[in-house]
């Protein structure tokens, strides 16, 4: 780990504040309309079979969900197939939070989950191919940062030798592909204009935030806060203002992208 951190730290940055900045992101971004869902198992785990349609992108962030789904559930068909799309979007900040403690890059490998989302007539197979963020600190230590876990039902940020002990195997291991972040912006896909374009204003505005709201603040520092509070102070009020700093700066960028992602549906 880094100097500076330690291991609880680092979960809680990712816990408080990545992980559920994504998934706030996400939503605005969910470009699917899902019509069904039923549970069902297979020869290696047990899933969940979605029907619907891709909306394409002209309709981005018009995705539905039936309402009746278990948060859980609909927070894997929300991450389903969206393991790149993550790290492009989110990648300025996460450069921003790991700059001096850890180098991050993209990390492309063949997994083994414990439960997958089916879409329409998709079959199910042993291992899915999956793209994560490979976070390591200057001390050696490699960490899997895994924004769209959910989609597998594991965990979003865990020891790499952890990771790879519990979802993958040796010969798995041996069709890694690893990128930069810059390879991975530069990747032309569909939409990348759009994803492009969200994770410059996402970034403009996390610094804006933490800068002007929060009076050049950093997001080590508001996580930190919470935490000592947290633990030091048996003020309920007191902890629910600090948790709720970082809450805050999470809203603005769902608002940021729910903004850009209108703009860019009426630019069709």
Known sequence: MSPQFDASHWACVVMLFVEPTWQGILKSLFALKITSCRFEKSSWRHNIRVKGQHVGVEDFGLGFLPPELELEDAK??????????????????????????ADIGILFLRIR??????????GDKPRYGHTVVLVTFHDGERWILDMTAAQFGVRCWMRESDYRRLWQNEKDAELDQHRSMRELYEERKE??????????????????????????????????????????????????????????????????????TKEFRNSF
């Open 76 to 101: 894997a068909i929300l991450n389903w197939n969206a393991c790149e799309e993550a790290p492009r979007v989110m990648g300025l900040i996460l450069e921003d939070i790991f700059a001096g403690h």
């Open 113 to 122: 989950p414990p439960f997958a989302v089916l879409y329409n007539t998709q």
């Open 191 to 260: 939409a990348d204009e759009l994803y492009d374009y969200v994770r410059e204003m996402v970034f403009e505005d996390y610094w804006l935030y933490l800068w002007h709201v929060e009076q050049d603040s950093s997001i080590h520092q508001l996580v930190k806060d919470a935490i000592d509070v947290y633990v030091d102070v048996c003020n309920q009020e007191q902890k629910e203002k600090a948790l709720m700093k970082i809450k805050s700066l999470r809203e603005t960028l769902q608002t940021t992208v729910e903004a850009v």
